[in-house]
């Protein structure tokens, strides 16, 4: 029996009569909530990426899916997402753009010669650098999400996660 035969079964059982094509039917996934506008511009690839990358927009995780939704509004459909707004909107001011550009000269051509490259790590510091960012990401992972997400969930997300930065060797 899978997720949305339980909950159909549970509706049918507490006399609610919600049958199971309903429960097939839900609305969009980023379906704006009550007091929402929908206008968001970023909001929706964060929440697409999210579920990807944790295998959440999989038939079987629907509930799971859900709930991560309705959280995801909350945080990035009000305060969080009107501050990296206006946050954004200043940094683009013409004077943050200057003081960037010239921050950015200063670092790459102090004194106004090209900086010199720095000593290139060993193929072994690599490796090593690369397995142990590895490990924390595979440990810190399952630790954070697992009780929204799901322990497996979490950790295969951990691995994408890993695998979709080009780390050279």
Known sequence: MNDEELVAQA??????????ETLMKFPGILKTLEGETSSS???????????AVFELNKKKNWLRRQAIVIILQ???GGTIERKLRDTVRSYVDESHLLRFVTIFKDN???GGSLKSSGVPHS????ARTRDEAN????????????????RSNA??????????????G
């Open 41 to 51: 511009s970023f909001s929706g690839p964060i929440y697409d990426l999210i579920l």
């Open 135 to 150: 490990r924390k990401l595979s440990a810190l992972m399952p630790d954070l999400a697992a009780n929204m997400i799901g």
């Open 74 to 76: 909350q945080v990035f």
């Open 123 to 126: 193929t072994e510091e690599k």
């Open 11 to 20: 509706f049918k059982t507490t006399g609610k009569g919600l049958p199971e």
């Open 108 to 110: 790459m051509w102090p």
């Open 155 to 168: 950790r295969r997300g951990a691995r994408r996660i890993f695998a979709s930065y080009r780390i050279d």
